[in-house]
């Protein structure tokens, strides 16, 4: 054995926790005395030893109930605060909106996609973008009635393909992911695609498999020199060459849109944007082909594994409530009947669904610290100091979970947002699963939309059971990017 070499390797060792050390000691010397309050950490690793047990959002009701709605805890190097509470959520990023707006520089995600596009970006330059987007979005129909024939015709498919499972046990996973993709898809590139085309499966598979491994993520933006350890052990050379497979799928999308573009006669997301781009230039302008291929790939993964996921949590709940179930059907015959699919225009007709929806959308409760934002420069809040660099999570599980807000929060109850004339009772304002402020989703009306089209179709025409009556899906949820339900399987029995 070569004893020397065993030697420099230990000192190696030791000499770069060291610098670790001092490096972290050095950084948090530099932050302020009144940080809002919050568990000591240790230096280099900070308070990661917390998240041992693994229940964040546990872990977080338990630093919330000792230090107050602002706390604050070290990740690696970084610091992080995290806001809770109604009250101390609308005060941060509603009254101080222009300081509470803008996302970390630093953020694995933000850095692997250049810190452009409309998710990851800041400032003046996330201003333009996502004003631009969002008004590009409308144009082609975003929650209107324009779109509605489109999102329909994707239904009827993704219908037809769950009818072929004959009532077996299914899971729905890969098809729900694959319908909703396409209707991104078809805002964006102006064409679906047929859920067996090659090229189709590989990006919805890679855009799931990146949703999954940003959750693995978390120890690498914490701790950013893990990439350069050998080999992956945390994913992160996987996840940045998934999207950069994604990249190019995407700009192949933009060159065969910028060879046939026709100003007068705009397609799509990408046409609206390549118009802009022959006005403006693409120099010192947001109209940069990167910046369109970032914001195209936010609209994915923000706009499908969502909504995917809240149908898929919606099934979980109707299957361990029949009686719900039964009663979404009721008010879907009184209104729509049987000879025609569910629209738009049904939906004020159904308060009933929107309680329901609403109630999957606070126990499902899937962006539960909603998207990190992040301190540009210092910010004062509260009478303590938030220091410029500091990656700021909203809190909204403390309001979805809150005992004062929704009686016995852990019971799922659509009842609790009807009153007695069996209308909507104003409660259902207090889930913030769209998060609050500025940063607020962008997709709100489009979720909304798909979510009444597909789970009004689906309980249309069929009976949702377990795989067994022994197999119930687990209502728990695995906490990643999104907190998602468990994988299961569930029979669809056509009704006759
Ligand atoms: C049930 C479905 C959805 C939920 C629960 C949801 C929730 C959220 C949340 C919590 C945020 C972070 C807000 C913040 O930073 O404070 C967000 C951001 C965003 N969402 Fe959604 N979303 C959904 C569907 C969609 C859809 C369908 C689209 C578009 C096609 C979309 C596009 C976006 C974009 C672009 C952002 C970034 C906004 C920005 O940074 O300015 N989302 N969403």
């Not at 015709?153 to 077996?168: R, S």
């Not at 939309?449 to 009556?469: A, K, N, V, Y």
């Not at 994988?487 to 029995?493: E, N, P, Q, S, T």
Request: charged share 25%; glycine share 6%; net charge neutral.
């Amino acid at each position: 054995m070569d004893f020397s070499s065993l030697f420099s390797l230990n000192t190696v060792t030791v000499a770069i926790v060291l610098v670790l050390i001092i490096l972290s000691i050095n950084r948090s010397l530099q932050w302020p005395a009144n940080l809002p309050p919050g568990p000591t950490g240790y230096p280099v690793i900070g308070s990661i030893l917390l998240f041992r047990k693994g229940n964040v959002l546990e872990l977080f009701r338990k630093l919330r109930a000792q230090y107050g709605d602002v706390f604050s805890l070290t990740l690696g190097k970084n610091l992080t605060v995290v806001i809770s509470g109604e009250e101390a959520l609308k005060e941060a990023f509603i009254q101080q909106a222009e300081d509470f707006s803008d996302r970390s520089e630093n953020s694995l995600t933000g850095r692997i996609l250049k810190n452009k596009g409309i998710g990851f970006s800041s400032g003046k330059y996330w201003k333009q973008t996502r004003t631009f987007a969002l008004s590009t979005l409308r144009n082609f129909g975003f929650g209107r009635k324009s779109l509605e024939s489109r999102v329909q015709e994707d239904i009827a498919a993704y219908l037809d393909m769950i009818e072929q499972q004959d009532g077996q046990p299914y899971d729905m996973k890969e098809l729900t992911v694959m319908a909703i993709s396409n209707i991104i898809c078809s805002i964006t590139f102006g064409n679906r695609f047929d859920y067996t085309d090659a090229k189709f499966k590989r990006i919805t598979s890679l855009f799931a498999e990146n949703f999954r491994l940003l959750a693995l993520g978390g120890a690498a933006q914490a701790f950013p020199y893990l990439k350069y350890l050998p080999g992956d052990m945390f994913n992160i050379k996987k996840l940045i060459q998934n999207t950069k497979e994604i990249r190019d799928f995407v700009f192949e999308q933009i060159t065969e849109h910028r060879n046939t573009l026709d100003d007068q006669n705009q397609r799509d997301f990408i046409d609206a944007f390549l118009s802009q781009q022959s006005i403006h230039g693409q120099e010192d302008t947001i109209f940069e082909d990167l910046n369109l291929a970032v914001s195209v790939i936010n609209l994915f993964v923000a706009g499908t594994d969502t909504t995917a996921t809240m149908i898929r949590w919606a099934i979980v709940y109707l299957i361990h409530n029949k009686h719900i179930q039964d009663k979404l059907r009721q008010e879907i015959e009184t209104v729509v009947g049987c000879s025609r699919l569910p629209s738009l225009a049904d939906k004020s007709d159904m308060p009933y669904y929107e309680a329901f929806i609403t109630e999957v959308f606070r126990m499902g409760n899937i962006t539960p610290l909603a998207v990190p934002h992040g301190a540009l420069k210092d910010i004062h809040f509260r009478g303590m100091v938030i220091p410029k660099g500091t990656l700021i999570m909203p809190n909204l599980d403390s309001v979805m979970t809150d005992p004062d807000i929704f009686k016995n929060p852990e019971k799922f109850e659509p009842e609790r947002f009807l009153g007695k004339d069996c209308q909507l009772n104003g409660k259902e304002r207090n889930v913030l699963a769209f998060s609050l402020g500025r940063r607020v989703c962008l997709g709100e009306s489009l979720a909304r939309m798909e979510l009444f089209l597909f789970m009004t179709s689906l309980l249309q025409r069929f009976e949702f059971l377990p795989e067994s009556p022994e197999t119930l899906p687990s209502t728990d949820g695995i906490l990643g990017l999104a907190l998602v339900p468990h994988d299961f399987k569930c029979r669809a029995v056509k009704l006759k």
